[in-house]
């Protein structure tokens, strides 16, 4: 390695900085929930003390320093609520509280209550999932609840109340003009005569300006309600309205809200506003300011109405809340301003967050916010992550006892990769969901391809009698195109996933993405070092591996290409068939509506999740989501919100009835399920404390979002593979992708499996594997097309060669691949048994359709007509195809194949 500084600088470099991103998150894991709680309450402090006076560089970076050597939580990556739970809110509204005309347009245009509340809920949604995406919380669930509330649920613990704030925010910006002393005076004297006894006693005059009243925060309610009573009773005149100014922050000098008197209707609101953008305040740190702009319409009018107003105070009011008042100068033309007060940068952030997504349509409350355990459950979760770890621990040994010392460094190279994985997800502030967890397990599996790819390549110069040193440097060279050919098609399709995509689908994309590139480099730059190392050291004198195949096998696997067509052509068609019998039944209560409940299992034991969920798949529920939950002031245990697909009631035969049908809701049956669970064993044993009909928790916009981005995907496979090889190419491996998911959603849907994220996540990782798999398989046939070209060689045989040639490492891959998934399937847990499920069908019917379909279709587009130009590829010298000559146990002259 001393020969290659920069080489081992670079390493060394990516090592200890993703030791840096990834000490946090362990660290974090490894604390007690005491010790997490004690320092989130002591890096407050710190930063409350740090907000009241400013901060040079070097203390900044030291008490970064030191907050990280603490696990600072900040940079630690977070967990999905299939992974670790979260917060569960409920928001509600009324349609009573809709703005008079709003309410009397919808009822002249005969809508019905329930038409209104309808309508209302969905706008209320799409603006709560507005607001929430540009939150930090990743990968939420929002779904309508019953007719008139918006269920949420945010991953994680940090920030509830400040995620609470932004969800309920009503966010409406107007602009009123501050009436004058000789105005206001009147006012309040009518106040205070009208409350004698409960205004005057509670206000002050502020010590900057004798005209302005001024309450203490121990007295804002009490003034509050009063205001409130005088603007019931008509006490402030109906053309004004007294507010109050924005909440004090515990830095500023004043502590004390201050009132003013404004102009009822305001010459100007946010309605026209394009864009708003928090910048931190040059001229009043350490506060932050909000730039807005409006559009041209609402631009002029702005322009107008502040230049009718030259020298009056106008004030910004957000909510209710006078946030400035500032003095109209000039005529405010261009429609652009700028918000200042008392901001700190996560407020400011937060209140451009909701000026961006409109003023709410209608005032949204609390319900109730409680927690909630991981939708897999703990145990769930704790299993798939010893099966996860088990499955990497039989694929390293399996390569160490395959590759001997080869298989050594492979296995540093796989510890290095998932290293330098996990830092990306900490430095880009990833969620780690189970879709995730689905694209390092891909990246894995694509990790072992690379060095199983570059072994084999170097077994094959050992073998045409090539010494170790000269092997593997012509073996890392060949390996090299196809590694980039098979990564870099996977990265396209992960980069328009990322693109087009959103949610899940982008989780999945990112970390595919990070994936391929850290494999990527790990392969060739890392595991290079390593044997040049090894090398130079003496430490590796042979090559000493084991192989599937003793010869290259000769199997003529493209005549069997019309029985493999027909095979699939059933497959695909009884699984199709399948699906649309189904129709909506192969939809989970990710995808359809359902029924939400909250019910309270009465037994003085703890009742696990992974028992509650057991016993409901057991009485009939497909898939149900269980989670404990508890309120926020910690209540009893052994209570579950619990979501099923299942909306219908069941009729039911009443012996004690003559004839008649009883009725069995959907609450029934699950009482009935878990009675068994409770201390009594009896219905009455299970408490139902609430029972809603929920919305699909994966939106119709999100499902567009992921056909769309799946489209395209394919899109820019076929051009990339065309552009690498040729259009015949580019199809094949297209189809071979259809192929795959077909096979694999026929074959789930024909056992009776419901379609659920999850599942969806298992769907993309087969097409990032599947493609990998033909593009080295293609990869091949390039080269050997190359070899052969004036020889005579049919284009079958040339096929049926490359499929030879990398059978073994086909079948390493898959083999490897499929250790962690097998185990997953076995020991995982049954709620990601469908995602294991899935998975395997895809790797199996994936390596099947990488040699029996895409290298058929290939020929048959290619028909009876001469080879043509080789596909395209890098010019080679005359060396290079001396080189690339088939190794001696495989390219010798066959049995029947023509000759020149």
């Known amino acids: 390695m001393s020969k290659h500084l920069y080489r081992t600088l670079l390493i060394w470099a990516t090592i200890v900085l993703a030791f840096v991103y990834v000490y946090?998150?362990?660290?974090?894991?490894?604390?007690?929930?005491?010790?997490?709680?004690?320092?989130?309450?002591?890096?407050?402090?710190?930063?409350?003390?740090?907000?009241?006076?400013?901060?040079?560089?070097?203390?900044?970076?030291?008490?970064?320093?030191?907050?990280?050597?603490?696990?600072d939580r900040n940079k630690v990556i977070n967990m999905g609520l299939d992974l670790q739970g979260g917060i569960h809110m409920v928001i509600g509204f009324d349609i009573n509280d809709l703005p008079e005309d709003v309410l009397a347009e919808y009822r002249e245009n005969d809508f019905s209550d329930a038409d209104i509340e309808s309508t209302i809920q969905q706008i209320v949604l799409r603006q709560i999932t507005l607001r929430i995406n540009e939150f930090e919380a990743k990968e939420p669930i929002i779904q309508t609840l019953g007719s008139n509330q918006i269920q949420i649920q945010l991953p994680g613990e940090k920030n509830v109340q400040r995620a609470k704030n932004l969800i309920t925010k009503t966010a409406q910006m107007n602009f009123h003009i501050v009436t004058g002393p000789d105005q206001a005076r009147p006012i309040y004297e009518k106040i205070r005569d009208a409350f004698p006894e409960e205004f005057l006693p509670y206000v002050k005059t502020s010590s900057l300006r004798a005209d302005v009243l001024t309450v203490t925060q121990e007295n804002f309610d009490r003034v509050r309600r009063v205001l409130d009573q005088a603007a019931e009773q008509g006490v402030i005149p109906a053309d004004k309205l007294v507010t109050f100014s924005q909440t004090p922050k515990p830095t500023d000098k004043n502590q004390d809200y201050e009132l003013y008197v404004l102009d009822k209707t305001p010459i100007a609101s946010g309605a026209g506003l394009t864009s708003a953008n928090a910048l931190q305040d040059q001229s009043n740190p350490p506060y932050w300011q909000i730039l807005f702009s409006f559009n041209s319409a609402s631009a002029a009018d702005f322009a107008k109405a502040t230049g009718d107003n030259i020298g009056k105070p106008m004030a910004i009011v957000l909510d209710g809340v006078v946030v400035s008042a500032p003095t109209i100068q000039d005529r405010i033309a261009g429609g652009r301003g700028q918000i200042t007060g008392s901001f700190e940068a996560e407020e400011a952030n937060d209140l451009a967050i909701a000026?961006?997504?409109?003023?709410?349509?209608?005032?949204?409350?609390?319900?109730?916010?409680?927690?909630?355990?991981?939708?897999?459950?703990?145990?769930?979760v704790r299993s798939g992550v010893y099966a996860s770890l088990a499955g990497i621990a039989i694929v390293a040994l399996f390569m160490v006892a395959y590759y001997r010392g080869a298989g050594i460094i492979s296995v540093v190279c796989l510890a290095l990769n998932a290293l330098m994985i996990i830092g990306a997800m900490a430095y880009f502030g990833m969620t780690l969901t189970l879709p995730g967890i689905a694209g390092l397990i891909l990246t894995m599996g694509m990790a072992v391809d690379g060095n199983v790819l570059i072994f084999e390549r170097i077994r094959e110069e050992i073998k045409l009698g090539h010494t170790i040193l000269t092997s593997v440097d012509s073996g890392f060279k060949r390996a090299a195109i196809t590694i980039f050919d098979a990564n870099l098609t996977t990265l396209i399709a992960a980069a328009v996933l990322m693109q087009f995509g959103t949610g899940p689908i982008e989780g999945f994309a990112?970390?595919?993405?990070?994936?391929?590139?850290?494999?990527?480099?790990?392969?060739?730059?890392?595991?290079?070092?390593?044997?040049?190392?090894?090398?130079?050291?003496?430490?590796?004198?042979?090559?000493?591996?084991l192989s599937i195949f003793r010869e290259t096998p000769r199997v003529p696997f493209l005549q069997a290409r019309y029985f493999a067509f027909a095979f699939s052509a059933v497959v695909i068609v009884i699984g199709m068939a399948m699906f649309a019998v189904r129709g909506m039944d192969n939809f989970g209560v990710d995808f359809q509506q359902g029924t939400n409940l909250m019910l309270h299992v009465d037994n003085p034991e703890t009742v696990p999740v992974s028992s509650v969920r057991e016993v409901l798949t057991s009485g009939g529920f497909s898939n149900p989501v269980v989670q404990e939950t508890t309120s926020e002031t910690g209540d009893a245990g052994n209570t579950f919100i619990i979501r099923v697909s299942d909306v219908t009631r069941e009729a039911l035969q009443s012996p004690e009835t003559t004839g008649e049908a009883a009725f069995q809701t959907v609450a029934d049956r699950i009482r009935t399920a878990l009675a068994p669970l409770s201390a009594g064993q009896t219905v009455e044993n299970v408490l139902l404390e609430d029972e809603q009909t929920v919305g699909p928790s994966v939106g119709a916009q999100l499902r567009w979002d992921a056909l769309n981005a799946v489209f395209w995907a394919l899109v820019f496979i076929i051009i990339y593979v065309w552009i690498r090889f040729e259009l015949r190419y580019a199809v094949g491996a297209v189809v071979a992708l259809l192929h795959d998911v077909l096979v694999a959603v026929g074959l789930f849907s024909l056992l009776g499996g419901q379609i659920s994220m999850n599942v969806i996540a298992a769907v993309l990782t087969i097409l990032g594997y599947s493609i990998n798999d033909t593009i080295v398989v293609f990869d091949r046939v390039r080269e050997d097309i190359q070899v052969h070209r004036g020889k005579g060689v049919k284009f079958i045989d040339i096929l049926n060669g490359a499929i030879n040639a990398t059978l073994s490492r086909t079948l390493l891959t898959s083999l490897t691949t499929l250790f962690v998934v097998v185990v997953l399937a076995l020991f995982g847990g049954s709620a990601i048994n469908d995602f294991a499920l899935v998975l395997l069908i895809g790797i199996v019917f994936g390596t099947y359709s990488s040699v029996f379909i895409a290298s058929a279709l290939v020929y048959l587009m290619q028909g009876k007509k001469d080879l043509g130009p080789a596909p395209r590829t890098r010019r080679t010298s005359k060396e290079d195809v001396s080189d690339v000559t088939e190794p001696a146990a495989s390219r010798r002259p066959r049995r029947g194949e023509a000759k020149a």
């Open 24 to 71: 946090p998150t362990v660290g974090w894991m490894l604390l007690s929930e005491e010790s997490r709680a004690e320092r989130l309450a002591k890096w407050q402090e710190e930063d409350d003390a740090l907000a009241r006076r400013r901060t040079g560089y070097w203390e900044e970076l030291f008490v970064g320093i030191k907050r990280w050597a603490e696990c």
């Open 355 to 380: 000026l961006n997504s409109g003023s709410m349509v209608v005032p949204v409350r609390e319900e109730f916010t409680r927690t909630v355990s991981a939708s897999l459950g703990s145990d769930t």
């Open 510 to 545: 990112i970390t595919l993405s990070i994936g391929v590139i850290t494999s990527v480099y790990t392969a060739l730059i890392i595991g290079r070092a390593l044997f040049d190392f090894s090398l130079s050291r003496h430490y590796m004198k042979k090559m000493a591996m």
